[in-house]
């Protein structure tokens, strides 16, 4: 059915009924914009305005599809001609929008795939079960979960229940590639203070860990009260300008705080570096809050000091 014959035809016998394209639309109840576009070839009338147009421009239904005026004695070739043309337009008509049909759902189910993908990672990332994914099999220590379009597998100890943190091994992705990932651990790594020759693991009075995710934030904090309020085991013995070092690559110093006896912060300077600190010129016992990061987050530890 060729579009640009049938809009010039219409162009043609609007003209001959001195009719303006405005006026043309008005009487078909459609925009002047529609009307431009059957002439120009763009698109076609709606099958319902067939009857309506080809009275209105005074030709038949025949000669409107044809785009020209149709002689008694090729009535019937014409009218054939016609028919074949239209089924052929309307299957073409129909394959087209089955294929943006077909594209919608394919665009819809991308973004399906992307955002729970983008979900299901971030949360296990932060050491949560993930939200779309369910388990489907268990081989030995490996367990695997499918999510819609990807999955993840990881190998634990006891049981596929287990919280993350716990595996040995973590891997997620696609469902032919995956990628191994660490999560979010809750737990602060230990943290040695050496002091000279003397090494002495101090019992951490209190901690807070965390990790920032996006805009959330994520952590959790055992017994994070002042460190004066704590109870030690150990109390490290040293001397003016010593210098004390955390025994972890791991961890890095980030701030510090010192404590008297009665609980008051003092003002005082300290001196620290990424993983050493000097202890200050002060006599008698004093309580070290030390705020450090790793990849895990920020933490922070405090112990107890007798400076001599």
Known sequence: MNQEKIGGFISKKRKEKKLTQEQLAEKLNVSKNAVSKWER?????????????????????????????????????????????????????????????????????FLIFISTFMIDYKRVKRNEDPLFMIFIKEKGDTYTYLGPGYKMIKKTSVSPFEPLVNSQDIHFGLWLFTWKIDVFNPNPYNVWVINNEKRVLMNIGSYCISDMVGNEQMGICVDAIAPYEMEYKEILETS??????????LVKIKDVSIFNSTGDELDIPISYEKSSLVVPNLEGEYYIRLFTYSKRGSASYSFKIKIN
């Open 41 to 109: 070839g763009i698109c076609l009338m709606d099958m319902s305005l067939l009857k309506p147009l080809s009275e209105t421009l005074d030709v038949s239904v025949n000669e409107l599809l044809n785009g020209e005026e149709i002689k008694k004695e090729e009535l019937k070739e014409k009218t054939d001609e016609v028919l074949n043309n239209t089924i052929d337009y309307s299957n073409k008509k129909l394959k087209k929008f089955k294929h943006k049909v077909l594209f919608i759902i394919l665009i819809i189910l």
């Open 240 to 249: 003016k300008g010593d210098t004390l070092v955390l025994d972890s690559n």
